[in-house]
């Protein structure tokens, strides 16, 4: 079987480096991604490396539209297209909305939403012209499900990264180019801080935060063979919150 390559965006920390380290157990070419070189980047580099795929780190800041698009096309010139996208990279930045600033909009949009389109439009023609099929996952949120207070800009562009993914199913279905979406709840990363914690631990049926390894073996299920027949759904990671 030919080998297959995934590229994760925001796959130096958190989330993206589990699903990382997760596809690697399963056989799987990473190709990791972090805004910028740092000592996370290369230690998920070297962790992954030690499972024995072919890895390599891509550098870019994903609202850089340009500077994205270069350097996938650049990456996949050289070492061929990949077989999944997994679309991951995203921020925070939480306040209530009479206090929201342009700024705070404008970074949380461009970051989670805008960067679907950033990585994964110069993508979709060379995984078409593969002929082989392919996967494409994009990590939304239950705040984009149901909303949550003091997220009104992650929100919006977790939800929108739902009509995308649900939309663009639609039009890769054919060449056997599936596209989902994961919607975690609470994970234990970085992105987490002890105030929402509090507020939200009690309204979380399972009484826990989740794993990035919990979320990253959905992922890895979504990319896999098994997953063939699943398309244009979202998958709920979320201990019972949402229901
Ligand atoms: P972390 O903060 O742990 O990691 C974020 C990752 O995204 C890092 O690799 C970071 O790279 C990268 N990143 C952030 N901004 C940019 C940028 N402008 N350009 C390039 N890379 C960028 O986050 P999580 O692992 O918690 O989150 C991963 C995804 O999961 C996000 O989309 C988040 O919204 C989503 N999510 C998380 C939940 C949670 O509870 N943690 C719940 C629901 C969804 P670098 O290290 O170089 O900064």
Partial sequence: MQKQTIFISGSSRGIGRATALQLAREGYDIVLHGRAPSEALSQTLEDVKVLGVNVRALTFDVT???????????????????WGIVVNAGITDDVTFAGMTPESWDRVLRTNLDSFYS????LVMPM????????????????????????????????????????????????KITVNAVAPGLIETDMIEDFVL??????????????????????AFLVSDKASYITRTVLEIDGGLHG
């Fill in 198 to 219: 509090e507020h939200a631990l009690p309204l979380i049926p399972m009484k826990r935060m989740g794993t990035a390894d919990d979320v990253a073996h959905a992922i």
């Fill in 64 to 82: 850089d539209r340009e500077e994205t698009q270069q350097k996938l096309l650049d990456d996949i010139e050289e070492n061929g297209m990949y």
């Fill in 119 to 122: 990585v994964v439009q110069p």
């Fill in 128 to 175: 078409v012209k593969t002929r082989r099929g392919g996967r494409i996952v994009a990590v939304s949120s239950i705040s984009g499900v149901m909303g949550n207070r003091g997220q009104v800009n992650y929100s919006a562009a977790k939800a929108g990264l739902i009509g995308a993914v649900k939309a663009l199913a639609l039009e890769l279905a054919s060449r």
